[in-house]
């Protein structure tokens, strides 16, 4: 069982940056792949990047490549999704997930955060 809580998002304007966290707990972070994924109002829940067990490997959307960086701090048992030069586009409910593998190749994310907000005003 992994257990994930969120921290970080709100409201920035265009532009702008945000960093948004999650910590895990429960079985070893070390032995799973993690990603970050986003919920736009009114549209289906997207990709947006996500992160091997190691960190040596991450993958982001087309729609987010050279803005977010994602990153995991293992000894720390927490996930990041560092967000720059958003853009009204952007704003959605973020949530991170736990992968049910160590890679995030054809994998299912079975452990989900609660989510939180991030609004990009223009």
């Known amino acids: 069982q992994v257990q994930l809580v969120q921290s970080g998002g709100g409201l920035v304007q265009a532009g702008g940056s945000l960093r948004l966290s999650c910590a895990a707990s429960?079985?070893?972070?070390?032995?799973?792949?993690m990603g970050w994924f986003r919920q736009a109002p009114g549209k289906e829940r997207e990709f947006a990047a996500a992160?091997?067990?190691?960190?040596?490997?991450?993958t982001y959307a087309d729609s987010v490549k050279g803005r977010f960086t994602i990153s995991r701090d293992n000894a720390k048992n927490t996930l990041y999704l560092q967000m720059n030069s958003l853009k009204p586009e952007d704003t959605a409910v973020y949530y991170c997930?736990?992968?049910?593998?160590?890679?995030?190749?054809?994998?299912?994310?079975?452990?989900w955060g609660q989510g939180t907000q991030v609004t990009v005003s223009s």
């Open positions: 992160i091997s067990w190691s960190g040596g490997k991450t």
């Open positions: 429960g079985r070893a972070m070390s032995t799973y792949a």
């Open positions: 997930a736990a992968a049910r593998n160590p890679y995030y190749d054809n994998t299912e994310y079975g452990y």
